[in-house]
């Protein structure tokens, strides 16, 4: 059976979700790798605030249990990258990381982004979703040295109701990632994972959604003027 690794932001939402659903579904790993750092910190509190009011996962603390837990500054500091390779794991899942550089991305690496790829790249992934009216999901791909650019394993569509909040879909499609990364790992466990190439020109790189779009967003939402358009998964 093969070995993975587990790398985290300290106390993000998005991983301990994920981190949750690993364990349940008998699939904990043999490492994680948490980092600690004003960027976790930033990034604990951006998606906090856009799943506000919803149930929040259990504590990375609670999570951890019998789990070897490693604690670092950033993810690309060569302790790290020291620690998978004495750890011999085929795989490393992302919990929800700073973008990886360097010699760590010569590792297999696999990472769930809450957008379907290739058509939302980078940040704020489901609000850009529904200012452009592309359906709401998620793709696990392997990770390369771009961003969101790695051959995609799998997609998974998420099925909205009509006027859901963003927090809630945010939320929801948290969920959906995590039990995105268990499928995914159990098809790496039995050997029937493939993986195919981006199409990288039908698709768009976008930043972090300002406070403005963010409740233009809100308003499309609840006027049901958001229209996804449809797309082959």
Not at 134 to 159: A, F, K, N, Q, Y
Not at 182 to 199: D, H, K, M, Y
């Amino acid at each position: 059976m093969q070995r993975h690794a587990f790398l985290v932001l300290e106390g993000h939402p998005y991983g301990r979700r994920m981190l949750q659903r690993l364990r349940e579904a008998g699939l904990a790993p043999a490492l994680v790798i948490a980092e600690r750092s004003t960027v976790a910190e930033k990034e604990r509190a951006k998606f906090e605030a856009r799943m506000a009011g919803l149930p929040a996962p259990p504590s990375m603390q609670e999570l951890s249990g019998d789990l070897e837990l490693v604690t670092v500054g950033d993810h690309n500091e060569p302790r790290c990258l020291e620690l998978l390779r004495q750890a011999g794991v085929d795989w490393v899942l992302l919990g929800g990381t700073r973008i990886l550089k360097g010699a760590l991305l010569e590792l297999d690496m696999l990472n769930v982004h809450p957008g379907l790829l290739p058509w939302v790249r980078g940040s704020s992934a489901e609000a850009w979703s529904i200012m452009k009216d592309h359906p709401v999901g998620v793709t696990c791909h392997r990770v390369d040295s771009g961003v969101d650019t790695g051959p995609i394993l799998l997609r998974r569509l998420l099925e909205l109701a009509p006027a859901e909040s963003y927090e809630h879909i945010v939320w929801r499609n948290m969920g959906l990632a995590a039990q995105t990364m268990v499928e995914a790992l159990q098809l790496l466990q039995s050997g029937e994972a493939r993986f195919l190439p981006q199409q990288l020109e039908e698709g768009h790189s976008y930043r972090v959604m300002g406070p403005a779009r963010l409740e233009e967003v809100r308003r499309r939402l609840a006027s049901e003027a958001y229209s996804p358009r449809a797309v082959s998964l």
